[in-house]
């Protein structure tokens, strides 16, 4: 075990191993040593492979010996004489022990480790040496060279090369032969305080067994499972540069104390290290070479195949690199420009039929010579000099770091690495280039991984890097070390270098292949000099299995179909099938199938029921194929808020807002069957009628207009959307692309002669649907890495993945069901617990590697195909057949034998014959249709025509069943339709069958769920992408029925006790279940008939069902084996089928797929998916990280996005040159999830939700409440024609006026008194008392096109309106002051305008300094059919993003003037989402009023700007008179306006519909007279008002209360002032002294007002709170008044709000005497409170003039006097009579006023006060609280 050297320490690692190699090799004659580049680069699998093809079992990590003898004894040397002997010290006498050794300073080499020795003799003591660290494994227990270099500490005695001096040196005396793995135990460390502690363990783990391994077991470092880039390399490589290993847990987690350097295993590195040619630092991966072979002098004499040019001098550790041979960018064009002629060779005739096998040649380095002659029989590929290519491009990613790029790996490196990588490969695998490309990376890697750790800092901090310290492989060497490597292998690889030229060495080949010489060869790797003295290099694979499967490889699907229908039709398969003809000593099939005749079958056929007795019914059997699932819901969700995220992005590329229905089209690939299912399942989803498209869809077939087929039928059909498209602008089409990974052909392609190659790309991208602002594209796909390219059309954000259903094990959709898919499938390989579900079937593939060796000119799909179809025959025999044929299992493998049995005798035990369903793929449509025929035939002879049946799945045709089954799914579907038939496999639930799916891919067919066995055997082994393996697994995927749900099923009735589920959690085993239940079918198989038998439990559901094993268990202890009958107990008579729905299928592969997926590569993810996403793809570059365990699916979609591109035939290629600056189109989604999980279902509820949000979109909730307080008589036309269109103001002032309040949002206000309106007793007060805390009643209405809108609406039309549109610079705004006086104010205020410059043409402005001079107002006479005259002003507070200030449509885009009124704290918010609007500024000492004062400032400033336009249009000529008086007073909510249609002949009223708010107001502002009015509106609309008595004549004009929105002349109500101070009802207020005034109000009844809900903001929003606290708090309306100059609360609350809800709350028992009292109103002079609704306010005018109805005769309950002005003298009051006991309420400002009131009015006459009545609002003086003063009418 021991090595030496000549020299000293300055050799290299390479050295080391390699003579190492060299040793073993000669020392071993029985263990095959490891190859040296095993141990370097090659990543080993966690299958090991021997040459054999076995898999090494562990190896014990103590004993290395091979053998199983007892361990020799061993005689240690005898000790010098006088050397010390004592355990614990060295032959010198010094102290080794750790206890005597920990304080004192060691000095350790460089490159040297401290570790304990322990020895038997002192077991409690730790002995200390030093090693050298290259001897000693990593933390993974691997990298350890062979032999040993060790120090005594104790002497300091140096150099010994072999463990048994050293053992002997320091007193071991071990009785065995010593072994540095054996007494090596730890690591010794310095602590923190400097002492000497043990540390961990060394890993011996693999050392003894890597000798013995052909592979090594080495696992990758951290940066292999880095998914960042090159840019994240290692970055903990510690503080030793240029040393061998790195041991990141000694060297970066154990530290000394402060000041002091940190402590290793070892010395301290020097500054400037020795150069150590070849050696550079590592991670905690494994340490590697770089290919110098710079040695101080040469090994020992024995080691006779030393190359005396393997010596280069140590001097060249500085030289440059020569660029002609050693950096390899030589490429293959480059070399063959050095070769003057191109020799020829000759392919020998009949190669294939001589030698079995068709040879495939990679082409390497330089140029391959011309072949000729028998090209038929040999392959040529470019794959590994592309690898190659790939491979030194590779260094391109760090030249933008420095002028000196890093050099790429050399040709000869690579030339070595690939002959090491076929060294390893187990006699059955095939070469596959992303392995190798992953070892040329990583060696790359780290051969320079100095200079890239210094690369990834920051650049400026460093030196220039330091130049290759690395030795080249010199061209003379690369042979030798080459042959060296193959040494281990035996024959398997041979290395040809004597030849000159590449066309002499194939010549040889050939000759060799011909013959014989190369029969236990499988490659030949060709090396030879050009011309030029540069390496030119081929690889000829010669393996049978390897040729053959790289044949098939390199074949594509539709070759491969044309080969197999070649192979077929010309007979060339006639001579296997006679093969398969004969049984050998057995007899013929066919003879032995005659033999098996149907009565032999009797056990199947006799359990059927007489015609004349009723047939026994199933139970179990429920269907549940469109049960939509929580989890399809929440993604169908998701899928519409990422719609949702596209419509709120910025680039307005979905205008969600401007579509009201819904429509779509589903694309699917050419499969009938797929067709059919999506069919279906739209049918049963019942979105064709949320949507509104079934008015016509009566059945199946109609639904069928929604789902194409993408061949060219689907032509017609998308152009046809298109044109759709087109005529319904308002429609959003949403195209679903399902199975969407199925054909990515580039439409450039269809040149050929396939004219359905790249259809969907012809189709689906093309510009008429890319360009469609309302065509959504959902594409859908369970595989999505083809359209995740760099080139992609979909945005990363654009993405919708599957959601997880489990988090921490805990269900978070509470699902019934659990997703078994391709990683739960792979997890039971894993798992140990018992047989797989994943496997495959040792005995069919011995058969068929046996039958491809002998036919090597037929596909091996053609041959397995045979083999499997003769698998199954015999299985049908054997198990039928009777004890006739019972010999013929012997010719079946145990898995096809077990799955014919269940397959025929599961449906025996449910009394409706529910079954399995058994799915055999076979790809290719020629063999699934002879399987077909085959299986067919067998099953008739035999009799079990009515047993199972027998489909051909064909994408290309519909199946048919036969008519005994059909009538079978006709009565379990109860279906009544004679003509009825399946379409789709989900229809064939629990019918027992045999299913032959073919195709060469899937094409999304659903599976139903009594698939029990997923039979792979066929499919291709050798296609190697990720897609192409996963959609071939995804078959088998699987939705579980949950246990709970099976257990509350009411379908199946329970056999158990209530005991029995408490039980059921100790045996409820699913893996247990599993594996019980496939190797229990097994005994019964042969043993039918006996009838020991029926005596035994079934175990086909006994075991399985964990439900019923409890009690059966106890029924078999209380019962005799003999008593017991299986046949009559019900329990045994349960469906299978039914228990099935807990368990998933079971897969069978063939071994090489087996292999691939379920070996782990350094990510811990299966080797399959590192391969190639999609055949249409490929990888940027081999520089890549692999996949990680831990990535989410967006990372993994990022990661393909990242390192892959389209091949030039995919439809993607060509999207990076089309222009775009971001490639994505901004409609395209991408829906991913696993196959078989329900993504149908969940896009079609996607469908549905997003028309209910449309419609939601579009529609609003409007408040919906019929008038209060009405007179049917009144409305009835007396005045006015019905069918009159203007008001006549004659007749308009002979009507009364209503002075009662019918707006229904004052219902719980106080009743304004009118003689001519008695109360209905019996209706209002129950009414108020039920409803007046109840939320108000709303309608969704629809909105029309003339809606006004909020922000979130935003459509090209209005676009520019709303001022977003950034190309435009008309948007930005000036502040501009206005000032004004008013007698009621005081003092003169200051108002600013907010003036956009599109909008300044509006105002005019002075021409010396610009300053706002006046709001331009129209004449009366001006009139434009695109403009309205009045301005527009809408008060609002709370609401910038709700409030109704989109008013474009509503104008249908005439021009107007609208100006919102904000408050000053508001104003950046409004002016941020209204950029391009008008907006009032008010004062700041509004902030705190309410709507009164906002509706105050409007009319007067408006009055004040009447009168400047006045004075500025006298000037040009017009008359004071001839400016329009007009403005709108509108709400924020008002939403859409309506009219009634009045019938011209009869008068009647009818329908009402909706108009433009432009079409109102120009009818309005054009009626007659129409200056001659105060305040006109219009009536608010309610479902059951206006036209809802359609056929009545109603009067269309009345006066009375107006709201909401109003047409206000300023002119004539200048006298008439809003109350600047009311927070409520400051409308009824200002309409009953315009009314007194005598001013006409008229409204416009044939008008109406839709008023939408916002439950945000307003001005009826009241906070009240107390000054001693922000927050806010329930306070009593009782205490928003207190007595003056008392101890109170206060509140921060302004004093008329706190007044006027006291008064609305309270009023009833301040008024006593008006509770309920209509008849003796409160006489309320002057302005109009409200004081609740138990109490009625008689409004009166003390003004000279005005307008009041007369009292006389009338006794008033109260009085309330309020901020009573000079014109209310006693004289006045005098006039009204009161009840005795009335109240008496004085409010004024301060206390004063209000002693001056009482004096002036002299109230004390005729009321009594006391001065416990004083009371004031609960404001702080400092808040100018209000008093008011009560009394008692004498």
């Not at 050794?101 to 038997?120: C, D, R, Y």
Request: hydrophobic residues 35%.
């Amino acid at each position: 075990m021991g090595n030496s050297y000549t020299g000293h320490l300055q050799s290299t690692r390479f050295e080391e191993v390699l003579h190492n190699s060299i040793e073993a090799s000669l020392r071993s004659n029985t263990v095959v040593p490891r190859p040296v580049f095993s141990q370097l680069y090659l990543e080993a699998e966690q299958r090991p492979y021997s040459h054999e093809g076995r898999v090494d079992e562990d190896e014990d990590e103590e004993d290395g010996s091979d053998s199983n003898s007892p361990p020799i004894p061993y005689q240690m040397k005898s000790p010098p004489e006088g050397s010390c002997t004592t355990d614990g010290f060295c032959q010198a006498g010094k102290d080794l022990r750790l206890s005597s050794m920990a304080t004192e300073s060691l000095e350790v080499p460089p490159g040297f480790l401290l570790v304990g020795a322990k020895s038997p003799s002192v077991p409690d003591h730790i002995l200390v040496c030093a090693v050298d660290l290259r001897f000693l494994p990593d933390e993974c227990g691997r990298n350890a060279l062979l032999g040993f270099s060790g120090n005594c500490m104790g002497c300091g005695e140096k150099g010994f090369r072999y463990f048994t001096e050293f053992a002997n040196h320091i007193n071991l005396k071990l009785s065995t032969q010593p072994k540095k793995q054996k007494h090596l135990k730890y690591h010794l460390l310095r602590n923190a305080q400097g002492i000497l502690v043990k540390g961990p363990p060394i890993c011996w783990k693999g050392i003894d067994s890597r000798m013995r391994n052909a592979v090594s077991n080495i696992t990758a470092g951290p940066e292999e499972q880095s998914a960042h880039g090159p840019n994240d390399l290692l970055s903990n490589s510690g503080h030793m540069p240029l040393n061998t290993i790195n041991h990141t847990d000694l060297n970066t987690q154990h530290h000394t104390s402060d000041g002091s350097p940190p402590i290793t295993n070892g010395s301290h590195v020097p500054a400037q290290p020795l150069p150590q040619p070849g050696i550079v630092a590592t991670g905690p991966g494994r340490p590697t070479v770089i290919g110098s072979m710079a040695n101080s002098g040469p090994p020992k004499k024995r080691h006779k195949g030393w190359s005396p040019e393997s010596s280069a001098p140590t001097e060249g550790t500085s030289r440059p690199v020569p660029n002609s041979t050693s950096n390899g960018t030589k490429s293959a064009e480059t070399g063959a420009s050095g070769c003057l002629s191109v020799e020829s060779v000759t392919v020998p005739d009949h190669l294939l039929q001589t030698c079995g096998l068709r040879p495939v040649i990679f082409k390497g380095h330089g140029t391959l010579p011309h072949l000729s002659g028998n090209l038929e029989d040999v392959l040529v590929s470019g794959l590994l000099e592309k690898c190659y290519r790939s491979s030194q491009n590779l260094p391109r990613v760090y030249e933008q770091y420095g002028t000196a790029p890093i050099q790429p790996i050399s040709t000869e490196m690579l030339i070595l690495l690939t002959v090491y990588y076929l060294v390893q490969l187990a006699p059955d695998q095939a070469p596959v280039m992303e392995d190798l490309e992953q070892i040329f990376m990583r060696s790359w890697r780290e051969s320079h991984l100095t200079e890239i750790r210094q690369y990834q800092q920051t650049h400026a901090q460093f030196p220039p890097p330091l130049p290759c310290l690395a030795q080249p492989l010199t061209p003379s060497q690369l042979p030798w070390l080459a042959k060296l490597a193959t040494s281990s292998c035996g024959e398997g690889v041979l290395v040809l270098d004597t030849a000159l030229s590449l066309a002499e060495a194939l010549e040889d080949t050939f000759h060799r292949l011909m013959d014989g010489r190369l029969s236990h060869t499988n490659y030949v790797v060709i090396i030879c000099m050009n011309r030029s003295q540069e390496i030119e290099s081929c690889v000829v694979v010669t393996g049978k299995h390897q040729t053959r499967a790289l044949a098939e490889s390199l074949l594509s699907p539709s070759d491969c179909v044309r080969e197999i229908v070649h192979e077929l039709s010309s007979g060339m398969a006639a001579e296997l099938a006679s093969y398969f003809s004969s049984l050998g000593p057995d007899g013929d099939v066919e003879a032995l199938l005659e033999k098996a005749s149907p009565e032999n079958a009797s056990q199947y056929s006799a359990i059927e029921p007489s015609g004349d007795s009723p047939k026994p019914k199933c139970t179990e059997y429920f269907v549940e194929w469109h049960e939509i699932r929580p989890i399809q819901l929440a993604l169908a969700r998701k899928l519409l808020s990422h719609v949702c995220a596209i419509a709120d992005s910025s680039t307005q590329n979905l205008d969600l807002g401007s579509f009201d229905k819904v429509d779509f089209l589903i694309c699917v690939p050419p499969s009938e069957v797929t067709f059919h299912q999506v069919v279906l399942h739209l049918w049963n989803s019942g979105v064709l009628r949320e949507l509104g498209l079934d008015q016509d869809c009566l059945s199946l077939k109609e639904a069928e207009q929604y789902v194409v087929q993408l061949n060219q039928s689907a032509v017609g059909k998308i152009n046809s959307l298109i044109q759709k498209s087109k005529m319904n602008p308002y429609t959003l089409f949403i195209l679903v692309h399902d199975h969407a990974h199925w054909d990515v052909s580039s439409s450039g392609q269809c040149s050929g002669g396939d004219s359905s190659v790249g259809l969907v790309d012809g189709l689906l991208n093309c510009r008429q649907i890319r360009d469609a602002a309302n065509i959504l594209t959902l594409h859908v796909t369970s595989f999505p890495f083809t359209l995740q390219t760099q080139y992609t059309r979909i945005s990363p954000y654009n993405e919708i993945h599957w959601p997880s259903g489990f988090n921490n094990d805990v269900d978070l959709y509470h699902e019934k069901t659990k997703y078994f898919g391709v990683s739960e499938l792979l997890e039971t390989t894993r798992s140990g617990s018992g047989l797989p579900l994943l496997r495959y079937d040792s005995s069919f593939e011995s058969m068929a590697a046996a039958l491809e060796e002998r036919f090597p000119k037929l596909h091996s799909a053609v041959i397995r195909t045979h083999v499997l179809i003769q698998h199954y025959s015999l299985a049908l025999m054997a198990t039928a057949g009777g004890q006739a044929l019972q010999a013929l299992q012997k010719h079946i493998s145990v898995e096809t034998l077990e799955m014919v049995q269940c397959l025929l005798n599961t449906s025996q035990h449910c009394p409706s014959r529910h079954g399995h369903m058994l799915l055999l793929r076979i790809p290719s449509p020629a063999l699934a249709a002879l399987a077909h025929q085959r299986l067919c035939h067998v099953r008739n002879r035999l009799g079990l025509h009515k047993q199972f049946e027998v489909i051909l799945g064909d994408p290309c045709s519909a199946f048919s069943v036969g008519k005994h089954f059909l009538d079978q799914l006709r009565v379990w579907l109860k279906i009544l339709d004679p003509d009825w038939a399946p379409r789709t496999y989900l229809e064939l639930e629990a019918l027992p069958c045999i299913l032959i799916l073919t195709g060469m891919d899937p094409q999304g067919e659903s599976l139903p769920r009594s698939l029990k066995y997923c039979d792979l055997r066929v499919i291709s082994c050798w296609s190697l992408q990720r897609t192409t393996l996963e959609q071939e697994l995804g078959l088998a995927a699987y939705l579980l029925k949950s246990k709970q749900d099976a257990q509350h099923r009411p379908h199946a009735p329970s056999d158990l006790s209530e005991s029995d589920p408490e039980k059921l959690s100790s045996t409820d085993n699913e893996e247990e279940e599993v594996v019980v239940d496939v190797n229990n079918d097994l005994p019964r198989l042969g043993n039918q008939a006996s009838p020991a038998a029926s005596q035994r439990p079934q175990p086909d559901w006994n075991p399985l069902d964990p439900e019923k094993q409890p009690k059966q268990r106890r029924q078999s202890k209380s019962t005799s084996s003999g008593s017991s009958s299986t046949r009559a107990s019900p329990l045994r008579q349960s469906c299978s089928w039914a228990r099935n729905l807990s368990r998933p299928p079971v897969v069978l592969l063939p071994k090489a797929v087996y292999d691939l997926i379920t070996t782990v590569d350094s990510s811990g993810l299966p080797k399959s998916t590192s391969f190639l996403p999609h055949p249409s793809v490929e990888w940027v570059s081999s520089f890549r990280p692999l996949l990680s365990k831990m990535m989410t699916c967006t990372e993994q979609s990022l990661y393909y996005r990242q390192w892959t591109i389209p091949k030039p035939h995919h439809m993607d290629s060509t999207n990076r040159a089309e222009g775009r600056t971001d490639n994505f189109h901004p409609r395209k989604l991408l829906l991913s999830g696993p196959p078989q999980v329900g993504k149908t279902g969940a896009y079609l509820q996607f469908l549905g939700i997003l028309s209910r949000m449309l419609i939601r979109l579009m529609e609003v909730d409007i408040y919906d409440e019929e008038d209060i307080n009405c007179r049917c008589e009144t409305d009835l036309a007396r005045y006015h024609q019905p069918v009159a269109s203007c008001p006549n103001t004659e007749t308009v002032r002979g009507m009364p006026f209503d002075y009662t309040i019918h707006d229904p949002k004052y219902e719980d206000i106080s009743t304004v008194y009118s003689p001519d309106f008695t109360p209905n007793s019996d209706d209002g007060n129950s009414r108020r008392q039920e409803d007046v805390y109840l939320r108000r009643r709303t309608a969704r209405i629809k909105l029309s096109k003339y809606a006004a809108y909020n922000t979130y609406h935003h459509c090209e039309q209005c676009h520019q309106y709303m001022g977003f549109n950034p190309q435009y610079q008309l948007y930005e705004s000036t502040l501009h002051a206005f000032t004004f006086s008013h007698l009621l104010l005081g003092e003169e205020i200051q108002l600013y305008f907010i003036i956009p410059k599109s909008k300044e043409h509006h105002f005019s402005f002075s021409q010396s300094g610009g300053q706002l001079e006046s709001m331009r107002l129209p004449l009366t006479s001006d009139w434009s059919p695109d403009a309205i005259k009045s301005p527009i002003f809408t008060p609002t507070t709370g609401r910038h993003e709700h409030g109704l200030f989109n008013l474009y449509h509503a104008m249908e885009g005439a021009t107007h003037l609208h100006i919102l009124v904000i408050k000053e704290y508001e104003m950046a918010v409004y002016k941020k989402y209204w950029p391009n609007h008008i907006m009032l500024v008010l004062p700041t000492v509004f902030n705190g009023a309410g709507i009164g004062a906002a509706h105050f400032l409007i009319k007067e400033l408006s009055y004040h700007n009447l009168e400047l336009e006045r004075s500025r249009r006298v000037e040009h000529g017009n008359r004071p008179q001839d400016v329009w008086p007009f403005i709108i007073l509108a709400d924020d909510s008002c939403v859409m306006w309506n009219s009634v249609d009045i019938d011209p002949k009869s008068g009647t009223t009818g329908t009402e519909r909706n108009v433009s708010l432009k079409q109102v107001l120009q009818h309005m502002e054009s009626s007659p007279d129409i200056t001659q009015y105060g305040l006109c509106g219009m009536r608010k609309w309610s479902s059951r008002g206006g036209g809802a008595g359609a056929g009545c004549q109603k009067e269309p004009f009345s006066r009375g209360h107006l709201h909401d929105f109003l047409l206000l002349n300023v002119d004539l109500t200048q006298n008439v002032q809003y109350n600047q101070n009311r927070f409520t009802c400051d409308d009824v207020d200002f309409n009953l002294r315009v009314h007194s005034a005598g001013l006409l109000i008229c409204r416009f009844n044939n008008f109406s007002v839709m008023k939408k809900q916002i439950a945000i903001g307003g001005y009826g929003t009241f906070i009240i709170k107390t000054k001693m606290t922000d927050v806010p708090t329930t306070i009593q309306p009782s205490q928003y008044i207190c007595a003056p100059d008392s101890k109170h609360v206060f509140l921060a609350t302004p004093a008329q709000l706190l007044l006027e809800k006291y008064l609305q709350h309270t009023s009833h028992r301040l008024f006593p005497l008006s509770a309920q009292n209509y008849s003796h109103p409160i006489l309320s002079v002057d302005c109009y409170l409200n004081l609740g609704p138990e109490v009625t306010v008689c409004f009166v005018s003390s003004r000279p003039h005005s307008i009041n109805f007369s009292t006389t005769g009338l006794l008033f309950s109260g009085l309330l006097l309020y901020f009573c002005d000079s014109f209310v003298t006693p004289g006045f009051l005098k006039k009204f009579q009161f009840l005795k006991g009335a109240t008496l309420c004085v409010i004024c400002p301060n206390r004063s006023s209000l002693r001056q009131t009482v004096v002036r009015l002299e109230l004390e006459d005729e009321w009594r006060f006391r001065l416990s009545d004083e009371f004031q609002t609960a404001n702080a003086k400092e808040d100018q609280p209000l008093f008011f003063l009560t009394g008692k009418h004498i």
